[in-house]
């Protein structure tokens, strides 16, 4: 009996992960075109973008999603908000062990590989290992012994 409600409560767990994950894809691809990189063929604003710059267009001509997508950014963000996801957005600091909030602008990812060594003294395989901080943490962050630097970067960096 045990048994069972342990798979049912995992399945609930996968279920949420997926959601969560998507949730933060639809929100990233938002915050995508609300920064001007709109794909939508019926929205005109990103078309004379440039023209709205030197205003040789008035503005009242322009239909714009920019509410709609402003509106679709603040509803995701409160769905995202809710309890049930937290578990998935907060993390600790990899430094200072303070609340992460991984969607934050400032959420810092650094991917570091484990160097494992053959019986011969040569190199295997490696093993990959996410860490994940503050920006301003980022500072204070120092490889440790074992492992190689393979790269990171924050969330603004990866949406530009």
Avoid at 23 to 46: A, F, P, T
Avoid at 81 to 106: H, N, P, Q, V, W
Avoid at 108 to 119: E, G, N, P
Avoid at 146 to 157: D, P, Q, T, V, Y
């Amino acid at each position: 009996m045990q048994h069972s409600n342990l798979i049912h409560v995992m399945k609930k767990k996968s279920k949420l992960y997926e959601q969560y994950w998507f949730l933060v894809y639809s929100l990233q691809h938002v915050k995508w075109r609300i920064e001007g990189r709109c794909d939508d063929i019926d929205c005109n604003m990103y078309e004379y973008r440039d023209r709205l710059k030197n205003q040789t267009i008035p503005r009242d001509h322009v239909i714009s999603c920019l509410p709609e997508l402003k509106r679709k950014r603040s509803a995701i963000i409160s769905l995202l908000g809710e309890r049930r996801y937290r578990t998935f957005r907060y993390k600790k600091c990899f430094i200072c062990k303070a609340s992460l909030d991984t969607l934050d602008d400032r959420h810092y990812v650094a991917i570091l590989k484990k160097i494992m060594l053959t019986k011969h003294g040569l190199r295997g395989q490696g093993e990959l290992s996410l860490v994940e901080m503050h920006g301003s943490c980022e500072k204070r962050f120092q490889v440790p012994d074992g492992f190689r630097f393979m790269g990171g970067g924050s969330n603004a960096k990866r949406n530009h």
